[in-house]
């Protein structure tokens, strides 16, 4: 059973930054999809970012790119999200998924596609 933790959510001000972490445990493959979704009340998933552990397949909203960085390090089995000049419209309950590299074939992320899922981090801008 694969394991995701993330942490780093907070409550911060317009233009604030944060970083979002994700450890990853017990993943059974070698190479896999990492990506991050968020959720704001009363909307669908949205796939935020996304890459591959080798670094590929990288994608981000059209409405965080720019502010938003995707990283990872594999030694550490950590998925990061580094989040510049926060907008009310970034508050969501943030997630992040992994599942076989396939699910990062598409062009963009489909919550589906990921069987693994952490239990959120809440991201709160306020104005």
């Known amino acids: 059973q694969v394991s995701l933790v993330e942490s780093g959510g907070d409550a911060v001000q317009v233009g604030g930054s944060l970083r979002l972490s994700c450890a990853v445990s017990?993943?059974?493959?070698?190479?896999?999809?990492m990506a991050w979704f968020r959720r704001a009340p009363g909307k669908e998933h949205e796939g935020v970012a996304r890459?591959?552990?080798?670094?590929?397949?990288?994608y981000y909203a059209d409405s965080v790119k720019g502010r938003f960085t995707i990283s990872r390090d594999n030694a550490q089995n950590a998925l990061y999200l580094q989040m510049n000049n926060l907008q009310p419209e970034d508050t969501a309950m943030y997630y992040c998924?992994?599942?076989?590299?396939?699910?990062?074939?598409?062009?963009?992320?489909?919550?589906?596609?990921?069987?693994?899922w952490g239990q959120g981090t809440q991201v709160t801008v306020s104005s």
């Open positions: 998924a992994v599942d076989q590299t396939a699910a990062c074939a598409t062009s963009t992320p489909i919550p589906a596609d990921y069987r693994n």
């Open positions: 890459l591959s552990t080798g670094g590929r397949n990288i």
């Open positions: 017990r993943a059974p493959w070698r190479v896999y999809c």
